[in-house]
């Protein structure tokens, strides 16, 4: 079966909304998405790039567009007042279920951005994280442990240099082959090339 890369940080609301799309992707293509969670703010770190937040008029503006994609979407999306979403913890969360090829990776990740770019929770505070993901019915303590095992967060590096490598610079990043396709405004042509 067919399958496309997905690289993803829980901090972007782009790549929630890409992440919102991906069921329709897949419908449409019959390609199957392979997450890459990877750390947004290393891949900013090592190619010089920064949210577009730290431009207040472009932050302002992006907002507002992701927005209208949200509507014509379909789906919810809310500013988050704490952002930024400081998220390596999470980010090795859902490396360390993947590892597992846990079935609760994509319960864990529909939680996870919810509560940030719908709900608009402190995900910054472990006790507000603990909540949240107590109330979704995932173990926190069992996810914590996972997290800060070493193999998880080496996995999670090795993920974010080979983006890197392969010419990441901001997220969502789409891979069909060795075709790049950055943002979630990208999706139809994902989709091309998925029926080319």
């Known amino acids: 079966m067919a399958s496309f890369d997905f ?18 992707l897949s419908a449409a293509t019959g390609a ?16 010089g790039n920064a949210s577009p937040a730290t431009v207040p008029a472009k932050g302002r503006y992006v907002f507002v567009d992701f927005k209208r994609f949200a509507n014509s979407y379909g789906v919810p999306l809310n500013t988050n007042p704490h952002f930024p979403i400081i998220t390596t913890t999470l980010m090795r969360m859902a490396t360390g279920l993947q ?24 995900m910054n505070e ?8 107590a109330q979704a019915g995932l173990d926190a303590a069992a996810l914590l442990a996972l997290a800060n095992a070493q193999t998880t967060k080496d996995q ?23 075709d790049m ?12 090339a998925l029926l080319a």
């Open 181 to 192: 396709f950055w943002g979630q405004d990208r999706i139809e042509q994902v989709k091309a």
């Open 126 to 133: 472990p006790a507000v994280v603990a909540q949240v993901l």
């Open 32 to 47: 199957q998405a392979q997450l890459m969670p990877m750390l947004l703010g290393g891949v900013f770190q090592a190619t």
């Open 156 to 178: 999670l590096k090795a993920v974010t240099v080979r983006a890197v490598e392969r010419g990441v610079f901001g997220a969502p990043t789409f891979f069909v082959g060795d």
């Open 99 to 122: 590892m597992q090829n846990d079935p609760q990776l994509t319960m864990f990740l529909d939680t996870v951005f919810k509560a940030i770019w719908v709900d608009a929770q402190n």
């Open 7 to 24: 690289y993803f940080d829980f901090g972007s609301p782009a790549a929630y909304l890409a992440y919102t799309q991906l069921p329709k």
